[in-house]
């Protein structure tokens, strides 16, 4: 069971490593949930990303996880070419990104939620609403390097309530492979 490793996160520009409370591989597949709840160095990494935002908090943010099949990520060719078009994409949008980019040892769909509710969670009376990106490895061994983008818009008010944000508002582009 491959996992994501230090060279991978430093391949991504202005990456942040996060993990979750999975111990190893074999935890993060017998115990999915383990997967799916932030260490608690994670959680004061992305606090602090939030407060360098100086209460303005952008669009979008876009995380990565290696998911079930961390090689569909690593390997050499098919991440990068994607997420540089994305960028670019998002960008000529005129969407307003996060600087940095989340990378998730261990991660799975829910933990990407944790993150969209500790950067964008707040009470407000204005209503805004902001977006996660979540690019994780799926279907280990067919060879593709499949991964799938699941994509999360909601208001700071449904953030900011834990657990609101879930399967049932996202909506996922899958078999995104080479």
Request: with cysteine; aromatic share 8%; glycine share 8%.
């Given at each position: ?175 995104i492979s080479d």
């Amino acid at each position: 069971w491959t996992e994501i490793n230090s060279s991978f996160v430093h391949s991504i520009p202005a990456s942040i490593a996060l993990e979750t409370k999975s111990k190893d591989r074999k935890d993060y597949v017998y115990h999915p949930v383990s997967g799916e709840v932030l260490s608690s160095n994670s959680i004061e990494k992305i606090k602090a990303i939030k407060n360098s935002w100086n209460s303005y908090s952008p669009n979008i943010q876009i995380i990565i996880s290696d998911g079930l099949n961390a090689k569909a990520l690593m390997d050499e060719g098919p991440l990068l070419p994607f997420l540089n078009g994305l960028l670019s994409q998002l960008k000529n949008s005129n969407y307003s990104l996060s600087d940095k980019h989340l990378v998730l040892k261990n991660g799975r769909v829910r933990a990407g939620y944790a993150c969209g509710e500790i950067l964008f969670g707040q009470k407000s009376s204005t209503p805004r609403s902001h977006c996660i990106i979540h690019l994780i490895g799926e279907r280990p061994g067919s060879g593709h390097h499949n991964f799938s983008a699941y994509l999360t818009v909601a208001q700071s008010s449904t953030w900011n309530s834990k657990g609101s944000v879930d399967h049932n508002i996202s909506r996922v582009v899958s078999g995104i492979s080479d």
